[in-house]
Antibody, heavy 114, light 108 residues
């Protein structure tokens, strides 16, 4: 069964850092384009960024609110995508999901305190 | 950046048909996707590439496209369909995603 497992969330102070992981299983990961999406409490879905497969150049795109602070990387040997979040702000508080094609991970909560 | 516009809420009685629209200037050029989200759960992909449905999604969920508007249609609505629904697309250069604001479907 194909699935994505997201981990690494938690409580961090503003200005701090956190790294999320999205581990894939049950399907071929190497050709996957992976997006991160977040949802602030009580709000809608917001795209964070995306990394293409290496066969498509491994291009990475970011949403304007996180550009320069967040970075996405992939380890195809471990079938895992990472979201490194630096210089965190209180407005980054959200549940973070990863998604590949029509598959979504369960999400992990990131809380940034002031 | 461009925006996708959805109605904040739609109400329908069980067994009736619900239609949720999503409007955006780029929709004639890019694909749209639809997601269902229930409280405390991750989104579930209902429709991809405007009209395609993952194999595990019931046939009563369908997508259509006309000009700058895409529509999610739920035929024979059931109580379990009460949820938030989001449309999503990308910019014409496929460098970023955009989500609609979401539509809360209430089953009366």
């Amino acid at each position: 069964e194909a699935q994505l497992v997201v981990s690494g969330g938690g409580l961090v102070k503003a200005g701090g850092s956190l790294r999320l992981s999205c581990a894939a299983s049950g399907f071929s990961f190497n050709d996957a384009w992976v997006s991160w999406v977040r949802q602030a409490p009580g709000k809608g879905l917001e795209w964070v960024g995306r990394i293409k497969s290496k066969s498509h150049g491994g291009t990475i795109d970011y949403a304007a609110p996180v550009k320069g602070r967040f970075s996405i990387s992939r380890d195809d040997l471990k079938d895992t995508i990472y979201l490194q979040m630096d210089s965190l702000k209180t407005e980054d508080t959200a549940v973070y999901y990863c998604t590949i094609s029509d598959l979504w991970g369960q999400g992990t909560l990131v809380t940034v305190s002031s | 950046s461009y925006e996708l516009t959805q109605p904040p809420s739609v109400s329908v009685s069980p067994g009736q048909t619900a239609r949720i629209t999503c409007s955006g200037d780029a929709l004639p050029k890019v694909y749209a996707f639809w997601y269902q989200q229930k409280p405390g759960q991750a989104p579930l992909t209902l429709i991809y590439k405007d009209t395609e449905r993952p194999s595990e999604i019931p046939e009563r969920f369908s997508g259509s496209s006309s000009g700058t508007t895409v529509t999610l249609t739920i035929s024979g609505v059931q109580a379990e369909d009460e949820a938030d629904y989001y449309c999503q697309s990308a910019d014409p250069n496929d460098t970023y995603w955009v989500f609609g604001g979401g539509t809360k479907l209430t089953v009366l």
